[in-house]
């Protein structure tokens, strides 16, 4: 059973840059896809990246060009590499992981069965 824990959410200023990560365990294979999701108050679950075994990404068109999605199978770890943030990326943003090789719809929640805690990002000044 795969646990999913993420990390390095914290304060950053408009125009900052972040990083956070998701350490997955209980799941020794290399062929998952895993995303990276975000719910801020008042709006509904959104798909920010995903990522599959082949390490072929998909992003949702408000991060395209600022957020990088990228995984080291290695360490069991999943990235997401965030930069010109602005207050609209305002969120908790959760990680998530599914023991499927591939995935048409890599933002769709529904394509995954386990989901980390989350960790909160705020942009702000």
């Known amino acids: 059973e795969a646990q999913l824990v993420e990390s390095g959410g914290g304060l950053v200023q408009p125009g900052g840059s972040l990083r956070v990560s998701c350490t997955a365990s209980?799941?020794?294979?290399?062929?998952?896809?895993m995303g990276w999701f975000r719910h801020a108050s008042g709006n509904d679950r959104e798909g920010v990246a995903g990522i599959d075994s082949e390490h072929l990404t998909s992003y949702a068109d408000s991060v395209k060009g600022r957020f990088t999605i990228y995984r080291n199978n290695a360490r069991s770890t999943l990235y997401l590499s965030m930069s010109r943030l602005t207050p609209e990326d305002t969120a908790m943003y959760y990680c998530?992981?599914?023991?499927?090789?591939?995935?048409?719809?890599?933002?769709?929640?529904?394509?995954?069965?386990?989901w980390g805690q989350g960790t909160q990002v705020t942009v702000s000044s």
């Open positions: 209980g799941y020794t294979e290399t062929k998952y896809i």
């Open positions: 998530a992981f599914d023991p499927r090789p591939w995935s048409f719809t890599l933002l769709e929640p529904g394509q995954y069965s386990h």
